[in-house]
Structures are given as C-alpha cells and as structure tokens.
C-alpha cells in the first residue's frame, strides 16, 4: 500500500521522502519512482533515529509487517515499527510542526463482539494470543499518537484500515486475497480455513490510499475506518475467485488459525460524513485489476 500512496501524492505535487528496511517490502514496488525528481529513497528502519531529514510537513507512519504469516515470524519486530517507530516518527513531526497520520488496523477491534465495527467500538482483543504481537502494536500506536496530539498538540489523524488488496502485493504474502489467486492461477487447491463462513470486506487499494490522503489533510483526531463495507465469507470469496479466473482449482479445508477473526465489516458513516469518502472500485473491477497484475509478473 505505501508505493501507492506516494504515487497519489507525487501526483499531487508534492515532494517525497520513502522509508522502508524492506523486512516485508519489495523494492520492485518503488521501481518506477526511480528518477523523480520529487521522491526520495531511505533503505532505513523507522525503529533508528533518521539523521539529516529535511523540513517536513506531513509524517505518515505505514511501516509494519501486515500479513498474519509475517507477523507470526517477525512479532517483536512488528512490536517494536507500532511502539519504537512510532515514538520516533511522533518526535520527527512535533521537531518539525508537521501533521501525523498513521496506518492502525481493524485488528484493534478483534474478533468482534459488534457488527458492523463502529470506531468508538473497544474491540475484543486477546492480549496475549499470536496475533497479539500486532493487535497491541497498533493499539499502542494509536494511544501514543493521541497522547503526542493531547500533550504536544500535534496534528494527528488516525487510519483504521481494514482488509485492503490490489497489485504489488506479494504472491506469497500469506493474506487471503494473493494466497487464493496464486492458487487458482496456478491450479493448486484453494485452502480455506476453517468453515469458510468467517467473513471480510476487501478495499481496493486505490480506494484506500485516497481515504487516507484525505485524511492526513483533516483535522479529525479519533480514528477513522477506512475500508470497503462489502462482506462475504470466504466461501463466496472463493467461488468469486475460481469464477473470476476460470480456475479448475478445488476448495480444500484446513484448520482456522487461532484467534481468526469471526466478523469484519467497517461501519464507514464517519468517513463518508467528514472525508466525503468511500469506496468506489468494485470487488469484480479491482479483482480483475489484481489479477492482470498476478498474470504479468
Ligand atoms: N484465509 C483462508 N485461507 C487462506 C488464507 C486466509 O481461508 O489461505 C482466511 C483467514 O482464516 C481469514 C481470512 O481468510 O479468516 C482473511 O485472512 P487474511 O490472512 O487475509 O487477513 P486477516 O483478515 O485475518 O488479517
């Protein structure tokens, strides 16, 4: 998702400055910003202090592992990008005035307890559960944030993504989106977990990267979801998938991993109500997008 973001505010007009240590990352996806004269590249790790930075006036906090196969091998490191890095990025923008979005997650909500998620929702997290190492993470992203807002008074936003897909994702992400288009573009069994009855709402990710745009230039404070309200299980995700590419692929069970999410559905009235924001890209259009991208690489 960051390479598309800075491709919309490049396009802009504005001046970039990339981050990125490339633990889950693929420098491909920055390839053609090579020779603009407006974007910048750091291979660096946002957890380090980052010298020599020029003035800035918005920072934007999108690094982490996000995937559940990543995070499951990298959980202190996804520990540290939500608490380190976030101190460090929150101390750059109070040093230069600048404004603060950072990408939180609808993982703070959970498996959750309310249908359709709310952002004053509290979430039913297990502290303590595999998927804990990032829950927590962006949960006390999102605390310090507000208390840089409350005792720095800087200017923040806070995005609560939800399931968000599209091109340059890895095929081998572990995320449900590539897994299930690797498979059925390479005639692999579909690997659904569990029942399949469990459900979830894909953003695209040019729809996504234009809500947080807009919301790094608002003056909301609270968190905002950002996500397509869309749902169906991945059952129907799977049958979507096989029709979509004419798969001949066969659906085969496998255990639910644990803490699995029941539920996820963004609420998004907020949004529409002070961004004049959602979605515009259909499931079937931006599918069809991800895979011509999975076919050409
Ligand atoms: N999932 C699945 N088969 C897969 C990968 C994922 O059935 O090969 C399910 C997973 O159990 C979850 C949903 O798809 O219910 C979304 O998983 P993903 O890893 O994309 O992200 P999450 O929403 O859990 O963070």
Same mark, same amino acid.
């Given at each position: 998702?960051?390479?598309? @973001?800075?491709?919309?505010?490049?396009?802009?007009?504005? #001046?970039?400055?990339?981050?990125?240590?490339?633990?889950?990352?693929?420098?491909?996806?920055?390839?053609?910003?090579?020779?603009?004269?407006?974007?910048?590249?750091?291979?660096?790790?946002?957890?380090?202090?980052?010298?020599? @930075?020029?003035?800035?006036?918005?920072?934007?906090?999108?690094?982490?592992?996000?995937?559940?196969?990543?995070?499951?091998?990298?959980?202190?490191?996804?520990?540290?990008?939500?608490?380190?890095?976030?101190?460090?990025?929150?101390?750059? +923008?109070?040093? /230069?005035?600048? !404004? &603060? @979005?950072?990408? #939180?997650?609808?993982?703070?909500?959970?498996?959750?307890?309310?249908?359709?998620?709310? %952002?004053?929702?509290?979430?039913?997290?297990?502290?303590?559960?595999?998927?804990?190492? &990032? *829950?927590? #993470?962006?949960?006390?992203?999102?605390?310090?944030?507000? +208390?840089?807002?409350?005792?720095?008074?800087?200017?923040?936003?806070?995005?609560?993504?939800?399931?968000?897909?599209?091109?340059?994702?890895?095929?081998? *992400?572990?995320?449900?989106?590539?897994?299930?288009?690797?498979?059925?573009?390479?005639?692999?069994?579909?690997?659904?977990?569990?029942?399949?009855?469990?459900? !979830?709402?894909?953003?695209?990710?040019?729809?996504?990267?234009?809500?947080?745009?807009?919301?790094?230039?608002?003056?909301?404070? &609270?968190?905002? /979801?950002?996500?397509?309200?869309? %749902?169906?299980?991945?059952?129907?995700?799977?049958?979507?998938?096989?029709?979509?590419?004419?798969?001949?692929? !066969?659906?085969?069970?496998?255990?639910?991993?644990? *803490?699995?999410?029941? !539920?996820?559905?963004?609420?998004?009235?907020?949004?529409? #109500?002070?961004?004049?924001?959602?979605?515009?890209?259909?499931? %079937?259009?931006?599918?069809?997008?991800?895979?011509? &991208?999975?076919?050409?690489?």
């Amino acid at each position: 998702m960051p390479s598309h @973001l800075c491709d919309l505010i490049l396009a802009d007009g504005h #001046s970039v400055i990339g981050v990125d240590n490339f633990l889950t990352g693929n420098p491909r996806n920055i390839a053609h910003l090579q020779g603009n004269g407006r974007f910048q590249f750091l291979q660096a790790d946002v957890c380090q202090p980052l010298p020599g @930075l020029p003035a800035i006036d918005c920072v934007i906090h999108a690094a982490s592992p996000a995937s559940p196969k990543d995070y499951y091998e990298y959980p202190i490191e996804t520990l540290d990008v939500g608490s380190i890095a976030s101190r460090n990025l929150l101390e750059i +923008a109070k040093t /230069n005035g600048a !404004r &603060y @979005l950072v990408t #939180s997650t609808s993982e703070c909500y959970g498996d959750p307890l309310e249908h359709p998620q709310v %952002e004053t929702y509290w979430g039913n997290v297990n502290p303590v559960g595999p998927r804990s190492c &990032y *829950d927590e #993470s962006k949960r006390f992203a999102e605390a310090i944030t507000m +208390a840089y807002h409350r005792k720095h008074g800087v200017r923040t936003n806070i995005a609560r993504i939800f399931n968000t897909y599209g091109p340059r994702m890895k095929l081998n *992400d572990g995320r449900v989106v590539p897994q299930f288009l690797d498979q059925a573009l390479h005639g692999k069994p579909i690997t659904i977990y569990g029942d399949g009855l469990q459900t !979830r709402s894909f953003c695209y990710v040019s729809d996504l990267v234009r809500g947080l745009y807009l919301l790094s230039q608002s003056e909301e404070r &609270y968190p905002v /979801n950002v996500g397509n309200p869309v %749902e169906l299980t991945m059952l129907e995700f799977a049958q979507r998938i096989q029709r979509l590419t004419g798969s001949a692929s !066969r659906i085969v069970h496998e255990p639910l991993p644990q *803490d699995d999410p029941k !539920r996820r559905r963004p609420d998004i009235t907020k949004a529409r #109500s002070i961004l004049g924001w959602e979605p515009v890209v259909s499931l %079937e259009d931006g599918l069809k997008q991800t895979i011509a &991208y999975f076919q050409s690489t």
